[in-house]
């Protein structure tokens, strides 16, 4: 689903490599944890899989697709394919929770019959049946994450990429979310999470890809946020 081969990014000439030779496979169907220190590489990773950066050397694969070569007007295209959810989850203040979900997918041509049917469904598998027209500022952090989470998801993307997605959640309501996430992951979703959060990897027992200074320096299937040593 998502392959690098050899991938490095240089941002700045003078400084080392933001991801340095990764060669890395994430298969259709799994959950992957991206941990490692802030400035290892985890949002360049992210990036380069968008294709909202190029690798300086080396192939980044996204569902058989060689990124560098896709046109640039196909870029939506292949976006469209992936979910992204972030950790200050960047709703439009303005909408509603159905509006939020709607969005997503008026601004991909899908007709009024569709999203009326499908934004329920979504916002049931989120937990938020009941709450469609209240307003981002009237939902606690868990539900917005929730909001931007639907809508991530609405039109049933192969990949979803998170960043930090319980970075401004307490613990418990963090555990919900993960819930989500492993739901959407069981239903065929490949996952891919970067995360600083030592208590969820270590609950989960997942696949753990552990970035430092760009490189890989850890890849374990059930893994825990740090080595055992
Ligand atoms: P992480 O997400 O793990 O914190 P990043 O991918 O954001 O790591 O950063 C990796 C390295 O690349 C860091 O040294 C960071 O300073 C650098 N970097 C990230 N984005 C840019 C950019 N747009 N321009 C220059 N350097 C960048
Ligand atoms: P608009 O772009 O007109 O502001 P929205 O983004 O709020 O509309 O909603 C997109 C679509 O979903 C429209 O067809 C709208 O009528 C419908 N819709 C919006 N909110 C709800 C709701 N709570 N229940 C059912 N349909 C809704």
């Given amino acids: 689903m998502i392959r690098f081969e050899d991938v490095t990014k240089v941002y700045d000439a003078t400084s080392r490599p933001a991801l340095d030779g990764i060669d890395l496979e994430v298969d259709h169907g799994d959950f ?58 960047r709703l439009l203040p303005n909408k509603d929770v ?60 192969g990949i979803l990429l998170a960043d930090e997605p319980t970075g401004n959640l307490d613990p418990a309501t963090s555990v919900g979310i993960m819930n989500i996430l492993d739901r959407i ?11 600083h959060d030592d208590d969820i990897v270590n609950s989960m027992k997942r696949r753990v890809i552990e970035l430092s200074a760009g490189r890989v320096v850890r890849d374990e299937t059930g893994g825990e946020y740090t080595a055992m040593i």
């Fill in 185 to 195: 992951n069981q239903n065929g979703t490949t996952v891919v999470m970067a995360t």
């Fill in 32 to 89: 992957a944890f991206l941990v490692g220190p802030s400035g290892s590489g985890k949002s360049t990773f992210l990036r380069l899989v968008l294709r909202e950066e190029r690798a300086t050397t080396g192939e980044v694969y996204v569902a058989g697709k060689n990124v560098a070569r896709v046109p640039s007007w196909r870029v939506p295209r292949l976006r469209r394919g992936i979910g992204v959810v972030f950790q200050d989850f």
């Fill in 98 to 157: 159905f509006g939020n979900v709607a969005f997503a997918m008026q601004v991909i041509g899908k007709s009024r019959h569709m999203i009326r049917e499908t934004v329920p469904e979504v916002l049931k598998l989120v937990g938020l049946e009941g709450k469609e027209r209240r307003m981002p500022h009237e939902l606690s952090g868990g539900e917005q994450q929730r909001v931007a989470i639907a809508r991530a998801i609405v039109n049933k993307p």
